[in-house]
């Protein structure tokens, strides 16, 4: 069956380091995975797009890494501060040039001052 | 920043009534989505909408679940007869065209079924 998991349901780190967070991913090709940030009792917002062909994505203190052999996204977040606090949610499209995006469940970050 | 809107923040109804959610997609979006959170649970994919009729739609979506686009700027997703497990987060989220494939989130509304 198609499952998307993320690591950890939580993620406890210190202010200043880097937090780094997993999606693995069975049973899909994805041609680009997403990652979102989710406040409590927010919606998604978008942070990074990565394509089957990119190995790596930058923005800001944001990385973003996809391996398709390995079925796996890393998402990192550098220099973390208090504010990273949030769930992360990696998502995917699961079929080319379709529409709707697969979830997976998240991993709560909190990042301790 | 252009932003998707949702309303209401929150509804509250009985077991057995129609609810309509609204939308107001950002403007000149062309691809509409509806999905769901259920409390702790993932986002979860319901509806997708393009050219005035459903692209693609999950499981979930039953005949229960009906979307509409009624002008040039709202989208709504109508529940016909809610029952207790609708009770969830409901996010509307829209995307610019075909070859871009962000999709930008609402709010959300709160839905409670009593």
């Known amino acids: 069956s198609q499952k998307i998991e993320q690591n950890s349901e939580a993620l406890n780190i210190q202010e200043g380091k880097t937090a780094t967070l997993t999606c693995n991913y069975t049973?899909?090709?994805?041609?680009?995975l997403q990652w979102y940030r989710q406040d409590p009792g927010r919606g998604p917002v978008f942070l990074l797009l990565?394509?089957?062909?990119?190995k790596e994505k930058r923005k800001e203190r944001l990385k973003v890494t996809f391996d398709t052999t390995l079925k796996q996204s890393l998402f990192h977040i550098t220099a973390s501060q208090p504010a990273d606090s949030a769930t992360y949610l990696c998502?995917?499209?699961?079929?080319?040039?379709?529409?709707?995006?697969?979830f997976g469940t998240g991993t709560r970050l909190t990042v301790i001052p | 920043e252009p932003e998707v809107t949702q309303t209401p923040s929150h509804q509250v109804t009985q077991m057995g009534q129609e609810v309509i959610l609204r939308c107001v997609p950002i403007?000149?979006?062309?691809?509409f989505y509806w999905y769901r959170q259920i409390l702790g649970q993932k986002v979860e994919f319901l509806v997708s909408?393009?050219?005035?009729?459903?692209?693609?739609k999950s499981e979930i979506f039953d005949d229960q679940f009906s979307v509409e686009r009624p002008d040039g700027s709202n989208f709504t997703l109508k529940i016909r007869s809610t029952k207790l497990e609708d009770s969830a987060m409901y996010f509307c989220?829209?995307?610019?065209?075909?070859?871009?494939?962000?999709?930008?989130f609402g709010p959300g509304t709160r839905l409670t079924v009593l």
């Open positions: 989220a829209s995307k610019a065209d075909r070859s871009t494939d962000t999709q930008y």
């Open positions: 049973n899909y090709s994805p041609a680009y």
């Open positions: 990565i394509r089957e062909n990119e």
């Open positions: 998502a995917l499209d699961p079929s080319t040039g379709a529409n709707n995006l697969f």
């Open positions: 403007s000149n979006h062309l691809y």
């Open positions: 909408f393009y050219n005035n009729e459903i692209s693609e």
